[in-house]
């Protein structure tokens, strides 16, 4: 099993926290849009964007964990 730097652990842990603050971001954007789209404003390219982007994160962050030599879903 490789050891893993300190640094590596330090930058996962700046990516995840990334990650986790797009999370909530993206839910209170959700919110929003909904709140558009109950009042008859078209949202659907917006919300497309906001998911693919929240997709690219999360994808970014498996690859970088993979990186690392961590699990998949650990």
Known sequence: MS???PK???DYAAVKSNVDYAERSVAKQ????????????????AR???????E?????LRTFKE???DAPNS
């Open 3 to 5: 050891k893993k730097s």
């Open 30 to 45: 959700r919110e929003i849009l909904e709140n558009l789209r109950s009042t008859g404003m078209p949202t659907q390219d």
């Open 67 to 69: 990186a690392r030599g």
């Open 48 to 54: 497309r964007t906001l998911e693919q982007s929240l």
């Open 8 to 10: 590596a652990d330090t």
């Open 56 to 60: 690219l994160m999360r994808r970014y």
